[in-house]
């Protein structure tokens, strides 16, 4: 599975092909109204946002952002019409520490001194961040144990409950390519592997993975969700490397290519 690009690899990645905006103006000196905390970041509000809710630190987050380096030099930006989904634990401290003060819809600048870049590049960075979504983090299912009474069952064994309609009436064939986002627990409650904690979608062939999420996801559509109860048999069987008995996982159909 594809696994999440912390800043400092999306720090090395091109810029989208896009007008590269110009430092701003106060990059090299904060303004005197910019909020300065003890640890050393500063920023400042640059659009009110509509939203009453801050980020906790276990949040994901949905953003549009610019990062430049202290010298002036762009490093990133994410234009208007694009946006990324970032786990707040896997930002940089100082961006993270940032974004926990704002709320849905604000535009907000930080400065981000060396001491909070995560230690690993010896600069500052400043960062102009739009916050276009709080993601909470997958929760453990109340009825992970065992599929409920509503639950639907498939001969093979696999039961599954729709818990968001698709807004698409395409579904996959064993031979798509698929891009989802997906959480899996054990029956006792674990959870061992997040894409949604990633921030990052995954993409696979059908014939690519367990025999449960082959058959499971030809009953999908595109922008549905659905959770599935997987027997072991349609899992992973007797393979001691990964999770044993059966699985529970919920689903959510991106894109069918």
Request: hydrophobic share 40%; no cysteine.
């Amino acid at each position: 599975m594809k696994r999440f690009l912390s800043l400092f690899v999306l720090l090395t990645l091109p810029l989208f092909a896009v007008e590269k905006p110009a430092p701003p103006a106060d990059l090299s000196a904060p303004p005197a109204d910019a909020e300065k905390s003890e640890d050393g970041l500063v920023t400042k509000q640059l659009a009110k946002g509509t939203g009453s809710v801050h980020p906790t630190v276990a949040d994901l987050v949905r953003v549009r952002y610019t990062v430049w380096k202290a010298d002036g030099t762009l490093v990133q930006h994410v234009p208007s019409g694009q946006s990324t989904m970032l786990p707040v634990p896997k930002m940089i401290p100082g961006w993270g520490e940032a974004v926990q003060k704002m709320v849905v819809g604000e535009q907000q600048r930080a400065w981000i001194p060396p001491a909070l870049n995560g230690g690993k590049i010896d600069l500052g960075f400043v960062i102009d961040t739009e916050l276009l979504e709080i993601i909470p983090p997958p929760v453990t299912p109340s009825d992970v144990a065992a599929p409920p009474a509503d639950a639907s069952k498939t001969p093979s064994g696999l039961a599954y409950k729709v818990l968001r309609a698709g807004s698409g009436d395409r579904r996959p064939n064993r031979g798509s390519t698929v891009v989802v986002h997906y959480s899996g627990w054990t029956t006792d409650g674990k959870m061992f592997d997040s894409s949604v904690l990633r921030g990052t979608p995954t993409e696979f062939g059908l014939t690519q993975v367990i025999r449960g999420w082959t058959e499971g996801l030809q009953l999908m559509k595109t922008g549905e969700k659905t959770r599935f109860w997987i027997p072991a048999n349609l899992a992973y069987g007797n393979d001691r490397t990964k999770p044993q008995g059966m699985l529970v996982f919920d689903i959510e159909l991106i894109a069918i290519k």
